[in-house]
Nanobody, 122 residues
Framework: QVQLVESGGGLVQAGGSLRLSCVAS????????MGWFRQAPGKEREFVAA????????NYADSVKGRFTISRDNAANKLYLQMNSLKPEETAVYYC???????????????WGQGTQVTVSS
């Protein structure tokens, strides 16, 4: 059974930083692309960042480029999202997910964590 558990969310002031972690179990982690998504109240879930199986290729939403960094540690079955210069509008629940196809398409993500709340105060 695949399980993804996120951690690292919390309350931070605008301009601050947080590092999210996601630990995966029940799958051969290094064989899958991974992604981070977020969902604010009343809004659709949106793509934040993705990383290839090896970690060598990363993709970001335009809104987070230059501020967020996705990375992975395949030996530890962990995925990370370093978030800098956070903005109040980025308050949301952040989810990690496993992709079985095109990482650019949300439909390719078949396993999801329960999410971790990030709140950015102004």
């Amino acid at each position: 059974q695949v399980q993804l558990v996120e951690s690292g969310g919390g309350l931070v002031q605008a301009g601050g930083s947080l590092r999210l972690s996601c630990v995966a179990s029940g799958l051969t982690f290094r064989r899958y692309g991974m992604g981070w998504f977020r969902q604010a109240p009343g809004k659709e879930r949106e793509f934040v960042a993705a990383v290839s199986e090896s970690g060598g290729i990363t993709n970001y939403a335009d809104s987070v480029k230059g501020r967020f960094t996705i990375s992975r540690d395949n030996a530890a079955n962990k995925l990370y999202l370093q978030m800098n210069s956070l903005k109040p509008e980025e308050t949301a629940v952040y989810y990690c997910a496993v992709s079985v196809g095109n990482r650019a398409e949300i439909q390719s993500y078949v396993y999801w964590g329960q999410g971790t709340q990030v709140t950015v105060s102004s």
